[in-house]
């Protein structure tokens, strides 16, 4: 990795890594671009194969005690379904046929339990839905029909948007506090689904929760953290762009570039006003986005989570170039400074305050879009010194452990799925000069599912 201590500035870090680049990376990545692809593949079909033997048809591997974790109590196959559009991507035929018999034939969602309504919509349904555009398997379509019919009931609050959870079997719904993620990260899965079966319903629900969150923004264009879906009370009001919030500042833009509906393009407009306003901030020369009060803007706290990484991205794709490079470059310094950047630390004075690294994909998700709408060679530079360090710090012989501490690089027993639906696939795009999808038609969503145009439908 290029190791970046001293001054931490703009500038003077482009300078370093400029030089860096050039000296240890270029060489590798130019003349190879396609060559570093493959490797990206060969790093998946270890994760694959490990999670094949050890935990097929389970959600997620546990790679060092070589079994399995279930999110519910019963296997729903999750690893499979997040997976489905990165094995086409690929060009992993033969597993994707096999992915999707797995799913046509053994997925049920009629089990006794409780499940987060944001998690089941990115993953699941998401999954299902690219899954079903790329295959054109009816089977696929009538699941993700069927999840989010299990799914409606977390709309039934006095307010329209969701409680967090709902029992799949009962209809049962559980936390009337609800965070913005959760409530503004449903359109482009909900919407989609609409569009491909012709029944409003899904739609207008994603929508409805989406408007009235946005109807919620204090007079500053902030959102808070978390919100109670009864009564339309905020419950925290601190705004910022990481974790709990995150995907609510990203749907709107997305859901826009899907749907092509004005007002989605029109929220977009405000939330990125807000947060550019009162949390984007110079600071010691990089380019950082602070907690603040939503209502009057005070300072809460100078803190980076790495999911907030995926801002650069959502910015690259709005256009605003300049800033989307500023935000990954002090990202990537901050991945640089450590290895792999620590799950959430004070930017103040680079405390630690959560030292994990479960292989997230934020970064190089907006390095893919940054290098997409560019070109520029320093992104795909960038991606590269990140996947060399997964690889070093986090492949084991059964495939890919995220870190509990990126002080000592102590792995944790976990292959979260997003790796390979995201991090994996990003990398893999980023480098890939033959891909096998067209970006101008496409929209990813938050877990890196396509939306439209692949397809035989
Ligand atoms: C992914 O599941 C999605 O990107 C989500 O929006 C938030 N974070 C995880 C990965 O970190």
Redo the contacts with the bound molecule.
Sequence with gaps: MVEVYGPLDYEKLKEVLAEKLEEEIKPDVRRKSEAVAEAVKKEFIHAWNAYKTYAWGHDELKPLSKTYHDWYGVPLGLSIVDSLDTLYIMGLDDEFENAVAWVENNLNFNVDASVSVF?MN??WLGGLISGYLISGSKKLLDLAVDLANRLLPAFNSATGMPYNSVNLKTGAVRGNVNNS?DIG?LMLEFGMLSKLTGDNTYYTKARNAMETLFNKRSSLDLIGESINVDTGSWVSTVSHIE?LI??AL?YPYKSWMLFRERHFSFKSFFYLKGITKYCQENYNGMIYYKRVNKDDGSLVQRAID??SN?YAGLLALAGRIPDADMFATTCYMLWGKYGLMPRYLDYSNFTILDAKN?????LV?SLFHLWNVTGDDVYRMMAYTIFRNFVRYCRVDSGYAGINDVRTMQKADIM???FL???LKYLYLIFSDTPRVDYDDLVFT???HIMRGVVPV
Excluded: K, M, Q
Aim: net charge negative; no cysteine; glycine share 8%.
């Design positions: 998690e990115i993953r993620a990260t974790g995150d995907s990203e790495v999911h995926f479960y292989l997230y994909p934020e998700e979260n799925s997003y639906a995201e991090t938050t877990e890196g």
